[in-house]
């Protein structure tokens, strides 16, 4: 019962928020919506639902993903936004998602091909000499170090035990990304074995960090430029690795807390190695497509393009056909499920005072870019055919030069003004992938950051004021490497406002909210409720406002699959 009462509100909320798109060509597209199901997913983004969707099926569940936008994928889409240019228009870069799922899932079997990249971090200096210098970072340590001693030969040797350390703390607390958070009604009312049982997996990560737990926990809360100026002296080393702590978050290297941010970006890996992001062949849409297929074929129907109404017993669509469902698991923002979607009154009035209080301010402006050259840069000129050079396939950082300019943008900002010098990480994907644009043209992903959800002064993130952001950012990759502006083709500027309205990111956030402690672990989305149910029995939280946090990983998915299994299993033992 109340499984399709929530089943009801949240697809006729979601007809009105953006959360569906178009049927999945390559599905069951035979397949018509059944009068009930085990178990529906709402929304297919971030791979969470489609690999949740998945595991479900799999264990023998009826199952039905249900997505209003045109494409699959809600954040990792790959779309045409100029003709002839396929963009990953919002997340573009894959490392975070699970090992667990490549292999369950059989992703490669399924059309999945990642195109790693090594080098994978170049940042180019403005400075006056010619040329300017520029750091490049790869796997092969020596070579990272010999780049390293340009700035400091004191940072070149303590670039390799750095990575050891991040690596150990890495390896700590990776086991916790893969099982739902400590369950704290079991620690206050179960028996000393449960409540063993449950503090286990955060006693294992303690035994494994032995006596660095201090320098763990001084990861965690201190800001990540005092980590950074503990090991470090160079400035452009120092930003460059900074920029994973503030990846999408309003904060400032000088923010407390900055560091788990850093330790959540370089968690992931790719053929087994640890921290490395590379891009999917065909754009992010081709991961999501993977995961649709791996779901499909397991026998899940996948829908899009639907039109829903609401019927007091669950889903009326537009042609009047009544769907209902044991379970929902929500994919969309804790914001949008309980404050939008789900009746008020079956939720307890601080849980409601909580997901109001959620931090979902964002940075980022993603800015997609169609051009006819490669971008050639002062610190590393292009060669005379115009051919890719090795840091082409890197993130390439700009307006890096020190921790300092980070600060500076997120200052101006957090007074509501766009950043006048922002941070830009540049991507050029098609030089690995040639596929995603027109023969000598390219792909150039921006992802930008400071830009405020709300602008001063009530001003509206217009056509003016988009254009007037990306014009600046233009004007900054013109001083490294003139002639950008000169071979752009088209752009697509993605705003705060933007990335809330067309893929349901909070306030533009892609985590779905802060990803600081306080929004983390047992009290992600809020406390008593961070292990995927809700206060409303038979709806779960699926997506990046659950744990283990945002980023292309599947594992809110694949966790909350594992409790709603739990459950069904109870609920028949008891029956």
């Known amino acids: 019962q109340h499984g399709t009462e929530m089943l009801a509100r949240l697809c006729a909320g979601c007809a009105a928020h953006g959360l569906w798109g178009q049927r ?63 963009f990953s228009r919002a997340s573009y870069l894959l490392s975070l998602l699970r090992p667990q799922i490549y292999a369950e899932l059989e992703l490669q079997r399924h059309g999945l091909r990642v195109l790693p990249r090594d080098p994978y971090s170049f940042t180019p200096l403005l400075e006056d000499r010619s040329p300017p210098r520029s750091l490049l970072m790869g796997h092969d340590m020596a070579q990272t170090q010999q ?9 070149a040797q303590a670039y390799p035990k750095y990575e050891v350390f991040m690596g150990r703390l890495v390896s700590a607390i990776n086991p916790l990304l893969d099982a739902p958070p400590a369950d704290t009604t079991a620690l206050g009312e179960g028996s000393l074995l449960q409540r063993l049982r449950a503090l286990w997996p955060l006693l294992q990560a303690g035994l494994a960090l032995g006596r660095q737990l201090p320098h763990f926990y001084e990861v965690l809360t201190a800001p990540i430029s005092k980590i950074l100026d503990h090991w470090f002296e160079s400035e452009p080393l120092k930003a460059t690795l900074a920029t994973d702590a503030v990846i999408g978050a309003m904060s400032s290297p000088h923010t407390p807390g900055s560091g788990y941010v850093l330790l959540h970006h370089v968690m992931g890996e790719l ?38 109404g609401f019927w007091a017993q669950g889903v009326m669509m537009q042609d009047g056909t009544e769907v209902r469902s044991k379970v929902v698991l929500s994919n969309a923002s804790p914001q949008l499920t309980f404050l939008e979607l ?33 971008p050639s840069f002062l610190a590393a000129p292009n060669t005379h055919d115009n ?18 300019l980070l600060h500076q943008a997120y200052t101006e900002a957090a007074q509501g003004h766009p950043s006048s010098r922002p941070m830009i990480e540049l991507c050029i994907p ?31 993130w217009d056509e003016k004021a988009r254009n007037a952001y990306a014009d600046t950012v233009f004007d900054c990759i013109e001083a490294y490497a003139p002639g950008f502006k000169a071979s752009v083709i088209g752009r697509d500027i993605l705003t705060p406002p933007d990335l809330e309205k067309i893929f349901g990111l909070p306030g533009g956030n ?8 306080d929004q983390l672990y047992f009290t992600r989305p809020a406390p008593s409720y961070s292990t995927y149910q809700s206060p409303v029995p038979g709806l779960y939280l699926c ?32 029956r």
């Open 387 to 404: 051919q890719p050079l090795p840091h082409h396939c890197c993130s390439i950082h700009l307006n890096c030069e020190g921790t300092h």
């Open 342 to 374: 789900t009746p008020q009154e079956q939720l307890p009035e601080d849980f409601v005072r909580r997901i109001q209080q959620l931090d979902t301010r964002s940075p980022v402006t993603k800015i997609n870019v169609a051009v006819d050259r490669l």
């Open 510 to 517: 892609i985590f779905h909210g802060g990803m600081s402690l």
């Open 24 to 86: 999945l060509a390559h599905s069951r597209t035979t397949e018509k919506l059944q009068r009930e199901y085990d178990a529906v997913v709402i929304g297919a983004g971030n791979t969470g639902p489609g690999a949740g969707a998945a595991y479900l099926q799999q264990a023998g569940l009826r199952t039905a993903v249900l997505e209003k936008r045109h494409v699959l994928g809600g954040a990792a889409v790959t779309e045409e936004i100029v003709p002839g240019f396929k």
């Open 543 to 574: 997506g990046s406002g659950a744990h283990p946090g945002g980023g292309v990983m599947g594992a809110a998915g694949r966790n909350a699959a594992q409790v709603v299994l739990r459950d069904f299993r109870r609920l028949r033992w008891q």
């Open 430 to 460: 098609s030089v690995l992938d040639p596929g995603l644009a027109p023969p000598g043209c390219h792909v150039v992903s921006l992802f930008t950051q400071y830009t405020p959800y709300e602008l001063a002064g009530g001003q509206p």
């Open 147 to 155: 780049q390293i001693a340009q700035f400091s030969q004191k940072d």
């Open 271 to 308: 053929e087994g190695q640890r921290g490395a992001w590379g891009y999917v062949a065909g754009g992010m849409g081709a991961l999501s497509q993977a995961i649709a297929r791996a779901a499909a074929t397991h026998g899940a129907h996948i829908f899009t393009e639907q039109v829903w």
